[in-house]
């Protein structure tokens, strides 16, 4: 008889993905500057660890915030009893001006409307389980976080179906891209409910530009389908450039209270922006009454602790405060961001252009044995165990083209990301050798053959003719 699920049989979790091998990988031995100095250096993880001390100097200077406090009188028994799943009136209203100041106070955000949620993967899945049966597609560009096929499909039932995009324009969506990708699920006799983005990119740590969320929008206008923007990176961005949200879009063309606004759905954390996964903030913002009605009750299932959201509405109350926070976060992420990449060229290894995120999408193309993704995780594999390094092949991330590696830079201090580098240039000039010292022993070798076969050749030819002249 069978005893349990098929959830739990299945390995639709994803777990055995590249992606998450690294991880187990560098588990087993982690870098240490002092206790493990040979160990493996964790790039694949998508942290932002670069401005702690902005936040610890708050909490020093706001005791009562993180002392559960108000006015310097306790609140512990407040917030310890039961809170219900709509969460703190006064933390959503603080979340919603944050994402506001994120995007220029361009945009509003009504705090009825926000749906707090444990972090983003419980955001994400959320929304499909409102807006997709089993077995209904939602269409994803390529490459894309090798998580969401855990968190879209394992436990929803809902299906990937990829939207291919290409290194020849920078992996930006098409909108013949788009339409390949909807006739492949008709294809696959697959419903298609809509199309999810993050914005800015994870991998490839671009924002989309005006042409791809105007194109997002006409499509899913056309299609009468639904539109998930995922931008947890959203305050990463540094540069001269300013995040552009598909909220402006919608304002842009005039559709913030029209019906496909309601099919326009933002997911949100502070994992990435404020570096804190470990608090499980996350967020769903929608124009549907319904959705929204719908994702409270789900949140049930994964909520915001109360006094979480005390500490935090404190400090995002603090507007000198985020605006400073946000400033020097973006400038110190610009910094370590131009201390990878220099370190890459150093190496003779590039990576695409991007401005935004916790990572940089690596071109390790050249160094492949063959353009296939069997080379790929060859490669793959010689860096987690031989150079010592855990970053995640495109593979994993669906990328359609062998050869690309998404490498994190946040996670570190200045000293761990100059070893890394340090490591794999080593590993680059070692495999270079070898392919010239390979490449002049095979010329050494054809050119042995020829001389071989001009002196066969000679040979013959010579006593061929001695008899003639006899």
Request: hydrophobic residues 40%; aromatic residues 8%.
């Given at each position: 008889m069978k005893q349990l699920s098929t959830k739990v049989t299945s390995n639709a979790h994803g777990q055995d993905s590249s992606y998450f091998l690294g991880w187990e990988e560098y588990e087993k031995n982690p870098y240490n500057e002092i206790k493990n100095p040979n160990g493996i250096i964790q790039m694949g993880l998508a942290e932002n660890q670069l401005c702690f001390d902005l936040i610890e100097t708050w909490l020093a200077k706001n005791p009562d915030a993180a002392g559960l406090k108000k006015d310097g009188q306790?609140?512990?028994?407040e917030l310890a009893l039961f809170q219900d799943y709509h969460g703190l009136p006064e933390f959503k209203k603080a979340l919603a001006e944050f994402m506001e100041e994120i995007r220029g106070n361009r945009v509003t955000f009504d705090p009825s409307k926000i749906v707090l949620a444990a972090g983003s993967t419980s955001a994400n899945e959320t929304l499909m389980f409102c807006l997709a049966e089993p077995g209904d597609a939602f269409l994803l560009p390529t490459p894309y976080y090798p998580g969401f096929d855990r968190d879209l499909k394992w436990r929803t039932g809902a299906e990937i179906v990829p939207i291919h995009c290409s290194s020849s324009n920078g992996?930006?969506?098409t909108e013949s891209a788009l339409q390949q990708?909807?006739?492949?699920?008709?294809?696959?006799?697959?419903?298609?409910k809509g199309v999810l983005v993050?914005?800015?990119s994870n991998p490839l740590g671009t924002m989309l530009t005006r042409r791809e969320l105007n194109l997002l929008v006409d499509f899913i206008s056309s299609k009468n389908i639904h539109l998930i923007s995922d931008e947890i990176y959203s305050g990463t961005v540094f540069g001269f450039e300013q995040f552009v949200s598909v909220m402006d879009v919608l304002k842009d063309k005039n559709l913030e209270n029209s019906e496909v606004s309601k099919r326009v759905h933002v997911v949100y954390s502070l994992s990435k922006d404020l570096g804190l996964p470990g608090f499980r903030?996350?967020?769903i913002y929608s124009n549907d009454e319904m959705v929204v009605?719908?994702?409270?009750?789900m949140s049930s299932f994964g909520l915001v602790s109360s006094q979480t959201q005390y500490l935090l509405s404190a400090l995002l109350s603090d507007k000198k405060f985020t605006s400073t926070y946000l400033n020097e976060n973006q400038k110190r992420l610009k910094i370590r961001q131009k201390q990878l990449v220099s370190g890459l060229e150093a190496a003779g290894v590039t990576c695409l252009k991007s401005n935004a995120g916790l990572f940089c999408w690596v071109?390790?193309?050249?160094?492949?044995?063959?353009?296939t993704f069997e080379a790929e995780l060859e490669l793959w594999k010689k860096i987690v165990y031989e150079v010592k390094l855990n970053i995640s092949p495109g593979s994993s991330c669906h990328c359609t083209e062998p050869g690309w590696f998404r490498v994190c830079f946040a996670n570190m201090s200045e000293d761990t990301l100059d070893l890394a580098m340090k490591r794999l240039k080593e590993y680059v000039e070692s495999t270079d050798s070898r392919r010239v010292i390979s490449k002049s022993s095979h010329e050494r070798?054809?050119?042995l053959r020829k001389r071989t076969v001009s002196n066969w050749v000679f040979r013959v030819s010579w006593t061929d003719r001695v008899p003639d002249e006899r």
């Open positions: 306790s609140i512990f028994k992996f930006q969506i990708a909807y006739q492949q699920a008709q294809k696959l006799d697959l419903k298609v993050t914005n800015p903030v996350g967020a009605s719908a994702a409270t009750k071109d390790m193309r050249h160094l492949l044995d063959t353009n070798i054809k050119s």
